[in-house]
């Protein structure tokens, strides 16, 4: 027999809090009392509005009770303080994490509908049998190395852009050359252009799983490569040259998918009667990859 779902408040502490919290009135009052200065100066109270909290998850109903109030800032921007109540008994070290979590699903769900990034206040109501509070507020000491956190977590992130790396330098790249300099290429319309340095980075690559993934991301990336440059390709890699001729028919036979009757002027990839065009501009109309075989990007070997 399958258990009942509970659908009742899971504490009384919950019902209490809700009930009055879910009341503007009540929550203004809360909001001026509680809030700090410096963030009470930001918001419009008389703008408060009942947000549906739908994103919390099922198991913070055991420890805590959620109001999220979205509320105007004083300057006329979109922002949300969302309040919430610690009732157990043993405290939660990582209480401001969780809290940093469901403001970040507030934040997300705003962006679902807006343009921009809004404000979460989180404020934590705690009313447990150990006092004073015995943990700290600040998300970042909830780390073993907090120092160590605050500099991952305050400073920009570190960007790889490879869109203005030389690719000389990404060369130098060792086992992330070849998928740096193709990730980079994949949508040059002369892919001849960076045939040398390609060459010399799928040289380096042992890994046969590996090999397999680039040529199947060459072929399902870009709408640019030609029987062309598939067919040089193989002249300078002899040791790959099956496998890059099996990948140069598969571009034949989407073309002749595509164009039963014959390829439309401009089509640079060549028929079955005919060889590779000299072209190396786009394929026009180029059919979605997995028409004529599997764009699955794993080891396993489609081309």
Same mark, same amino acid.
């Given at each position: 027999? #399958?258990?009942?779902?509970?659908?009742?408040?899971?504490?009384?502490?919950? /019902?209490?809090?809700?009930?009055?919290?879910?009341?503007? $009135?009540?929550?203004? $009052?809360?909001?001026?009392?509680?809030?700090?200065?410096?963030?009470?100066?930001?918001?419009?109270?008389?703008?408060?509005?009942?947000?549906? /909290?739908?994103?919390?998850?099922?198991?913070?109903?055991?420890?805590?009770?959620?109001?999220?109030?979205?509320?105007?800032?004083?300057?006329?921007?979109?922002?949300?303080?969302?309040? @919430?109540?610690?009732?157990?008994?043993?405290?939660?070290?990582?209480?401001?994490?969780?809290? @940093?979590?469901?403001?970040?699903?507030?934040?997300?769900?705003?962006?679902? !509908?807006?343009?921009?990034?809004?404000?979460?206040?989180?404020?934590?109501?705690?009313?447990?049998?150990?006092?004073?509070?015995?943990?700290?507020?600040?998300?970042?000491?909830?780390?073993?190395?907090? /120092?160590?956190?605050?500099?991952?977590?305050?400073?920009?992130?570190?960007?790889?852009? +490879?869109?203005?790396?030389? $690719?000389? *330098?990404?060369?130098?790249?060792?086992?992330?050359? %070849?998928?740096?300099?193709?990730?980079?290429?994949?949508?040059?319309?002369?892919?001849?252009?960076?045939?040398?340095?390609?060459?010399?980075?799928? !040289?380096?690559?042992? $890994?046969? *799983?590996?090999?397999?993934?680039?040529?199947?991301?060459?072929?399902?990336?870009?709408?640019?490569?030609?029987?062309?440059?598939? !067919?040089?390709?193989? !002249?300078? @890699?002899?040791?790959?040259?099956?496998? +890059?001729?099996?990948?140069? *028919?598969?571009?034949? =036979?989407?073309?002749? =998918?595509?164009?039963?009757?014959?390829?439309?002027?401009?089509?640079? %990839?060549?028929? #079955?009667?005919?060889?590779?065009?000299?072209?190396?501009?786009?394929?026009?109309?180029?059919?979605?990859?997995?028409?004529?075989? #599997?764009?699955? @990007?794993?080891?396993?070997?489609?081309?």
């Amino acid at each position: 027999m #399958s258990k009942k779902k509970n659908t009742t408040t899971p504490t009384p502490h919950d /019902a209490a809090f809700r009930s009055f919290l879910a009341n503007p $009135d009540v929550a203004r $009052d809360f909001l001026e009392l509680h809030l700090p200065a410096e963030y009470r100066q930001l918001c419009d109270l008389s703008t408060l509005k009942l947000e549906p /909290a739908t994103f919390v998850e099922p198991d913070l109903h055991q420890y805590a009770s959620d109001i999220l109030w979205s509320v105007k800032t004083t300057g006329g921007e979109d922002g949300y303080v969302y309040t @919430l109540i610690e009732h157990q008994s043993t405290e939660n070290l990582y209480m401001p994490f969780r809290m @940093l979590r469901y403001s970040v699903a507030a934040m997300q769900r705003h962006l679902e !509908q807006h343009k921009t990034l809004p404000l979460v206040i989180p404020v934590l109501f705690y009313h447990g049998e150990r006092s004073p509070y015995p943990y700290s507020m600040n998300w970042l000491d909830c780390f073993e190395n907090p /120092a160590l956190a605050a500099k991952i977590y305050t400073k920009p992130f570190p960007l790889v852009d +490879i869109t203005v790396v030389d $690719d000389n *330098e990404i060369m130098n790249h060792r086992r992330m050359a %070849a998928l740096t300099l193709l990730m980079k290429h994949i949508r040059q319309r002369d892919m001849l252009m960076c045939l040398d340095n390609l060459v010399r980075a799928l !040289q380096d690559i042992q $890994d046969e *799983e590996q090999i397999t993934v680039l040529f199947n991301y060459l072929l399902n990336g870009s709408e640019h490569v030609t029987v062309e440059f598939l !067919q040089t390709l193989a !002249q300078r @890699l002899p040791q790959h040259e099956d496998s +890059i001729m099996t990948l140069a *028919e598969r571009l034949k =036979q989407e073309g002749i =998918q595509r164009y039963p009757a014959g390829y439309p002027a401009g089509y640079p %990839a060549g028929s #079955s009667a005919g060889g590779a065009s000299k072209s190396t501009g786009n394929r026009p109309g180029a059919p979605e990859r997995g028409n004529a075989g #599997s764009t699955n @990007l794993s080891a396993d070997r489609t081309f």
